[in-house]
């Protein structure tokens, strides 16, 4: 089930390109206000750049004239690659988008008048409410319900999967999305949604990200970031009188690059990137996130409530084992089993059959030649073939079964009643197999739990998230299966009430709760959770409830987007702290290369040897600049989440960002001092 | 060493029970004393007509800020008409009018920052009224305002208490009560407590000499139990009159460590969980978040501490080299009676529980000696006076606990509240007010010549003298480097003012976080939630302080007390 993300190159030829431009184009301070912590660098930018042009303007030497043109040459540079990473995310999605709009052609919608005349008109031109008619090979206008008729329709464009569906008037199959075509038969929808609002338009935007709010948690650290940079603003400024009392007169691009070195800029660069990137992430999943918000809750999910059918299990019973009655061998059964289902097109008969070849039946596919099948009717509740020498193998229902043995005067074998009473309280559904009136044994269908989800269920106890299991099923059943899946908990003859019941419980609890659903009637329950994953086969109000749409309809997905969640968080958190860490090796570049000229003493606090006060700033500046694109392809990827204990887990992090943090830069900035410092030395600095 | 040693371990000792007494008075529950202070609280509650009704944290916070008011108001009044007031034996003036503002927001923000000298400018009218009075009144209104936060974050009611209340608790129940002991053993080792005017004495000699004296012993013990530490003489508890003994100095030490300790232990158990409260009560000393908090301080304390003591040990080598023994330690500015180790822990403490009463002169302490103190008034979270300190160092939780949050893959959560953008904009007002308060107006004094004026001492001695006296207004401590001139309009004006905001703007916008949080919704805790009650916490928050500390003051520090430094020892 472990599915893997879709693997694409994080930057492309075209991606590189149209971000190199988006970088440029952020250069608006109108813009770049938005992002405080990168506009203070923007100013100080233009201040260096002032300088550079007229050094003495605040006091300063002439002679500092290149080297304050150096200080803004990087600052420029650290300005762009901010921009750049932020533009590169934004890229990555649009591509995504391009996609999308390619179906968003101009199409034309047949509006079918009260008087039942017909008119065609652009799509652009239909409202909400109008009614139109759709037809063979015609593209479906907006988003609409099917009010009549009953159609296959190829979703390929919003779900990527080929195979056409069925929708028709009435029921959980009502709904139809703009862009998508019919492909046979005909429909009759009522427009649901403005131009422009429709689904597909929504995703296009959401995709692009111009729809994009910072999600709460965003907001907290960017306040975070925010004080941080007035912190430092104010340590900068007064050290400026500190120094000027101490008698060291400290030129203002230097002033200018300590401030630019404490500020977060690393996390203040990146931070609109990683939230870029983490719906990005979903999106590439197949997913759509209507929010930032809701990828964010994801990652504090408490509980998951999820259905049994479709998400727990395949849905469909398949055989589970092989019950010969007393006196007859497995073997015997096995084969006539499959005998019975080689032509069995059904999940059950292709199961059955699956499983005999698994146990070593003796049937070859080459047997279907000599038999002649017998279909499932609802009057004779059996199935089977009848052989070349005129024997009838039967496999049904227990009480048909019995009744067609009695007929030819068979024995009911005494244990018989026994083993199907067995298989039906487990919650599987017995198939008794006979050879014209004798009775062999009975074949068990039990609903299948998709493999490695015990261990998925395992892995987010773990991390504390407990899982509930809905299902429709009795008690019986459902604990049988919910034992099976390793769920944390059942609710068995689940009706769509008993789940927002369960909701509301968990809720009232502190409890963040995630759900999927498809159905209308799952439409409250979807609203009420905190995440609501709605299937994209499903209708538009379960879709417009919930927060999320999965656009492969497969329910499993729910656990990634979880993790994909956790990951936007962590790799937020883990740049912040490595970006403030980093602060540390930067104090011990610029403060001894600020007074080492008039307290000759502070050298010994140059622990980094670093050669010349001028080399000291001007590498931890470069250093400042270039960790930006150096850590894009973490924003971008995230950092990489297993799922472990909350102890454990911090640990490793703090180890790598925190600690990492404080001791790359001290690496870094000692590096560039060695490559910078013949350079700086031939331009006399 | 040693002495260190025994000394802090009789502390834990001491402080367990305390946190406990202190825990049933915030909690309303019973205590052994409640028959008579039940009755001498209820005629209070009576003759006040308080309701002891429950607050919302706007409304305490409004009682809190305008019953200072009250008192700011009376009491300045008293300071500039004391010539003509009751009990003035030794024809004490008026107080100027500057003086009056800076005194009196001194006292009443807990800070003790003292312009004057006690003997010469106060009457004992002034002393009792105005000193006195708001050494006690002062106090509780700090441990009240931490009581009411404690009970915020607890979020097990549903308002944060009654102010009145609180304070009529804490005054009946704690400070007096104690005073009254703790002064009888003061007057027992020799501190004077009287009405007379100052003596004249002919000394050995054969000379005149001034005495001193007045009502010392009841101030002496509030200064320190209400971690106020401002002094009756200007030279505070190096006076013997003050501090004769080293069992006074002892009884000293503990009055002002006990009551900041034992709010730690009231948090934790306030913020006990609920679970087990349904249950059996088990016996606990902290309680969980408690402890994770109180160690933390305690490192903080401690790596402090050590780094005082050996400073002080190593002695100066300018005086070394000019044949003064250094054998035991820098003696300069010490008393005899206390020697170093003493005085680094008494200078330690009185910054880090933010008391700002003295043993010994911090001016001529050894430069990295008297970095500590300065260091800790700027983190203003290692136990920290009245409350306020367990307060502040919230804010470096949820600041760790922010970044830590993320970390995991959740967003922060605090004692099972979300932290979101509002509480972060409040974190950020109170890490902010601190920085820009001392490093704002420090910068203003080494700029202007009214601030220059005041710097006894020139090149970097000068600029720690200038930082320590806006740490100690802005962290409320008190306590003066000395050696500064600072009875003039600039001095008077700034540190007022630093006083003034650094103590309100911090307890509103703590108020504020504690009343924000209370209206929350408790979230659930799992296994993935952030456990804030582990070693790994303890040495991520110590980190965290810290780092944060360094950033904000390691330039300031390294052109004050760090190149004095270098300079003493490398040159």
């Given at each position: ?377 609802a009057q004779t509740k059996m199935s089977g073939v009848n052989l070349a020498d005129g024997t009838q193998v039967r496999k049904g229902a227990s009480e048909a079964i019995q009744e067609y043995v009695r007929a030819k005067g068979g024995q009911i074998p005494k244990d018989l009643n026994g083993i199907v009473s067995e298989i039906s309280t487990l919650g599987g559904t017995p198939l008794v197999v006979c050879v014209e009136g004798k009775i062999y044994g009975v074949i068990y269908l039990k609903d299948t739990v998709k493999p490695g989800l015990r261990e998925r269920f395992e892995r987010l106890r773990e991390i504390g998230i407990k899982t509930i299991m809905c299902t429709g099923d009795n008690p019986l059943t459902a604990a049988t299966i919910a034992k099976e899946a390793g769920v944390d908990g059942f609710i068995a003859e689940c009706k769509p009430e008993d789940k927002i019941t369960e909701i509301q419980k968990e809720q009232a609890e502190g409890k963040i709760v995630a759900m999927t659903g498809d ?167 | ?571």
């Open positions: 089930m472990a599915r893997q993300e879709k693997r694409t190159k994080f930057i492309t030829q075209d991606i590189l390109k149209s971000s190199l431009i988006g970088a440029f184009q952020k250069l608006d301070p109108r813009y770049m206000v938005k992002n405080p912590v990168m506009f203070v660098v923007e100013v100080g930018f233009a201040v260096a750049l002032l300088l550079t042009i007229a050094p003495t303007l605040f006091g300063d030497e002439s002679s500092l004239r290149i080297y304050n043109g150096i200080v803004a040459f990087i600052l420029f540079v650290t300005v762009l690659f901010a921009n750049f990473a932020e533009s590169v995310a934004e890229g990555r999605g649009k591509a995504q988008a391009e996609t999308l709009k390619k179906t968003k052609k101009d199409t034309m919608a047949t509006l079918l008048a009260k008087d039942g005349t017909e008119k065609v008109i652009h799509a652009s031109e239909l409202k909400k409410g109008d009614v139109v008619i759709v037809r063979t090979g015609e593209m479906i206008p907006n988003d609409g319900e099917v009010i009549e008729g009953i159609a296959s329709v190829d979703e390929s464009a919003i779900t990527g999967e080929s195979a056409p569906v069925t929708r028709e008037a009435g029921g959980d199959f009502s709904s139809v999305t703009g862009g998508t075509t019919v492909v046979s038969d005909w429909l009759k929808v009522r427009i649901t949604s403005e131009p422009g609002q429709s689904f597909l338009d929504r995703m296009i935007s959401l995709v692009e990200g111009a729809s994009r709010q910072k999600t709460p948690n965003e907001i907290a650290l960017g306040i975070l970031l925010i004080s941080l940079t007035i912190i430092f603003m104010i340590v900068v400024v007064t050290l400026y009188f500190f120094a000027g009392y101490s008698g060291a007169k400290i030129p203002i691009a230097t002033m200018i690059a300590l401030l630019v070195c404490l500020i977060p800029t690393t996390i203040g660069g990146l931070l609109s990137a990683i939230g870029i990137a983490g719906m990005d992430r979903v999106t590439r999943f197949n997913v759509i996130a209507m929010s930032g918000k809701a990828v964010e809750a994801c990652g504090d999910v408490d509980t998951m409530i999820l259905d049994k059918t479709g998400t727990i299990t395949y849905g469909n019973r398949l055989a589970a084992d092989f019950r010969p009655v007393e006196g007859k061998s497995k073997e015997d059964l096995i084969d006539y089993s499959v005998m019975t289902s080689l032509c069995d097109t059904t999940p059950e008969g292709k199961s059955v059959v699956e499983l005999g070849r698994t146990l070593g039946t003796r049937i070859g596919d080459g047997a279907k030649d000599q038999m002649e099948f017998v279909e499932f009717t159905g209308t009637n799952d439409a409250p329950a979807l609203a009420q959770a905190d995440v609501g994953l709605a299937m994209n086969s499903g209708t538009t109000a379960a879709k417009e409830a919930a927060n999320m749409v999965d656009l492969d309809s497969d329910p499993t997905k729910i656990l990634e987007v979880v993790e994909i969640g956790k990951q936007l968080l962590i790799t937020r958190g883990s740049l912040t702290t490595f970006s403030i860490a980093n602060d540390v090796a930067k104090y011990f570049a610029i403060i001894p290369a600020m007074f080492t000229m008039v307290i000759p003493q502070m050298e010994i606090l140059n622990i980094m040897h670093l050669s010349t006060p001028f080399s000291a700033i001007l590498s931890a500046l470069i250093f400042n600049a270039v960790i930006i694109p150096c850590l894009i392809p973490i924003a971008m990827r995230g950092v990489k989440y297993k799922p472990m204990r909350s102890e454990k887990m911090l640990i490793k992090n703090i180890g790598i960002y925190g600690l990492g943090g404080i001791i790359v830069p001290f690496i870094g900035i000692k590096l560039i001092d060695l490559i910078v410092t013949p350079f700086l030395a031939m331009i006399g600095l | 060493m040693a002495q260190i040693i025994v000394t802090l371990a009789l502390y834990l000792v001491l402080v367990i029970p305390m946190g406990t007494y202190l825990y049933h008075i915030a909690a309303g529950e019973k205590t052994f004393a409640d028959p008579v202070f039940n009755r001498v609280d209820n005629a209070i509650y009576k003759v006040c007509r308080i309701t002891r009704e429950g607050m919302n944290w706007k409304q305490y916070t409004l009682h809190l800020l305008m019953t200072n008011a009250v008192m700011v108001g009376v009491g300045y009044l008293v300071l500039r008409l004391q010539s003509v007031l009751l009990a003035n034996p030794n024809q004490i003036e008026g107080m100027e009018p500057t003086l009056s503002f800076n005194t009196i927001i001194s006292f009443m923000t807990n800070t003790n920052l003292q312009h004057y000298s006690g003997e010469s400018g106060l009457s004992y009218l002034s002393q009792m009224l105005v000193i006195i009075f708001m050494m006690f009144t002062s106090a509780a209104t700090g441990y009240a305002a931490c009581m009411a936060f404690c009970r915020g974050l607890a979020g097990k009611r549903k308002d944060v208490g009654n102010f009145y209340e609180d304070v009529v608790r804490i005054v009946t129940r704690v400070l007096v009560p104690i005073s009254i002991i703790g002064g009888l053993l003061l007057i027992w080792q020799g501190v004077p407590e009287t009405f007379q005017a100052n003596q004249t004495i002919e000394t050995i000699e054969g000379k005149l000499q001034d005495l001193a004296m007045g009502p010392v012993a009841a101030l002496e013990i509030i200064k320190h139990l209400g971690t106020n530490g401002g002094g009756f003489f200007g030279a505070n508890s190096t006076t013997p009159f003050e501090n004769p003994t080293i069992i006074t100095n002892l009884i000293e030490l503990y009055s002002m460590m006990i009551l900041p300790g034992a709010c730690v232990i009231v948090f934790g158990k306030m913020t006990r969980k609920r679970k087990k409260e349904e249950g059996r009560q088990k016996r606990c000393i902290f309680g969980n978040q408690g402890r994770t908090i109180f160690a933390a301080m305690s490192i903080l304390f401690l790596v402090g501490l050590t780094l005082c003591f050996f400073s002080e040990s190593a002695g100066n080598p300018v005086m070394e080299a000019a044949g003064v023994s250094q054998s035991m330690g820098s003696m300069e500015g010490k008393e005899v009676r206390f020697g170093v180790a003493q005085s680094a822990l008494f200078t330690t403490t009185t910054t880090s529980f933010t008391t700002g009463t003295v043993n010994n002169m911090h001016d001529t302490l050894t430069p990295l000696g008297g970095m500590v103190p300065l260091l800790h008034m700027m983190l203003n979270c290692v136990f920290g006076g009245k409350g306020v300190g367990l307060m502040n160092m919230i804010m470096y939780v949820i600041l760790a606990v922010f970044l830590c949050g993320l970390m995991i893959g959740r967003t922060p959560e605090y004692l099972g509240k979300k932290i979101e953008g509002k509480e972060m904009k409040l974190v950020a007002l109170v890490l902010i007010i601190h920085p820009l308060l001392i490093l704002g107006f420090s910068a203003l004094a080494v700029a202007t010549s009214g601030g220059l004026a005041g710097i006894t001492n020139e090149g970097f001695h000068g600029l720690t003298q200038v930082l320590y006296e806006f740490a100690s207004s802005a962290a409320n401590n008190g306590s003066g480097f000395e050696g500064l001139a600072d009875n003039t309009y600039f001095w008077n004006i700034t540190t007022g003012l630093a006083m003034f905001f650094g103590r309100y703007v911090a307890i509103v916008a703590q108020l504020a976080i504690a009343g924000s949080l209370l209206a929350k919704k408790r979230v659930n805790e799992t296994v993935g939630t952030l456990r804030t009650d582990n070693t790994i916490f303890v040495i991520i928050l110590v980190a965290v302080v810290y780092i944060f500390a360094a950033l904000t003051f390691f330039p300031a520090l390294a052109l004050g007390p760090i190149a004095e430094h270098l300079t003493l020892w490398m040159s």
